[in-house]
């Protein structure tokens, strides 16, 4: 009975980490543009951050740590949820989101890798394989997308930066699946996280001298809102407890299916085409 209460609270935690996150494509994009990108990602997890310590100072949480759960903490934060959005939403200003999507599937991928390095897991011949097959369904599903994708400089350093975001994300994952081991609950490590985050990437902004500008139309505005509060402290809270639940290999399965939400929303809000190759990748 309680395997099966368990299995049904797992894909709970999967149907909520790729449906908000299969959103949160969309709401990126309404993110780019007159707002500096750094500005954007500070905004938005200043807001998690702070309803974060909200929800903790009023239901009594225990929010004291040793430093080097403080250290891992601030790593996590660092990793998952700064310099990995940093990159991402750079990328996403030269590369079509499909590609980017497609680049950001690898995490699977890397969490196998790193988890087997970093925190000893037995690596599973048969999860590789249903990575592998996985991301080549990816790579047909975008395939129209990524047949017309230009080998420019500009092009490749993008690629490249989509790839250092998703390993910083991946990185991320490893240090949250550590912290649960050590005894640091979800929410508590997010809360720390979520405030390191946002206070690198605050002072990151003030050394370069980004312009904190703030765009006050529905659009901006909603999506800020939607990205701090459900893509951020509910699907970061729901996919990190599944890592810790089922391994960080098998909870980054979702970063395959969350693109096809991501696409199903298009196709209604976008007009995005299905093709041939996006079915049979299905």
Not at 58 to 67: A, D, E, H, N, V
Not at 129 to 143: E, H, K, Q, R
Not at 257 to 276: D, N, R
């Amino acid at each position: 009975m309680m395997t099966s209460f368990g299995s049904v609270q797992n894909l709970l935690l999967y149907a909520i980490t790729i449906l908000t996150w299969g959103s949160s494509w969309l709401a990126i994009k309404f993110q780019l543009g007159y707002v500096d990108p750094m500005a954007s990602i500070t905004y938005r997890f200043l807001l998690a951050a702070g309803a974060s310590w909200l929800y903790c100072l009023y239901s009594g949480r225990l929010m004291r740590f040793g430093i080097l759960d403080h250290g891992f903490m601030l790593l996590q934060g660092a990793s998952l949820f700064c310099f990995n959005y940093l990159l991402i939403y750079i990328c996403e200003l030269t590369l079509i989101s499909g590609l980017v999507a497609l680049i950001f599937s690898t995490i699977v991928v890397m969490n196998m890798m790193n988890g087997s390095f970093f925190l000893k897991n037995r690596f599973e011949f048969h999860m590789g394989l249903g990575a592998c097959i996985g991301l080549m369904g990816m790579v047909l599903v975008f395939w129209p997308e990524i047949s017309d994708f230009e080998t420019g400089s500009e092009n490749l350093i993008a690629v490249a930066l989509a790839l250092l975001g998703t390993f910083s994300a991946s990185v991320g994952n490893i240090v949250s699946a550590r912290n649960q081991r050590h005894g640091i609950p979800v929410i508590e490590s997010n809360t720390y996280g979520m405030t390191y985050g946002a206070l690198i990437m605050l002072t990151l902004s003030l050394i370069t001298g980004q312009e904190f500008s703030f765009e006050m139309t529905a659009s901006y505005v909603g999506s800020l809102l939607f990205l701090a509060f459900f893509a951020t402290i509910i699907a970061f809270l729901s996919y990190l407890t599944l890592l810790g639940r089922v391994g960080v290999d098998r909870g980054a399965y979702a970063s395959l299916i969350f693109p096809l939400v991501a696409l199903g929303i298009s196709t209604v809000v976008e007009g995005y085409q299905w093709s041939t190759y996006a079915g049979i990748g299905i």
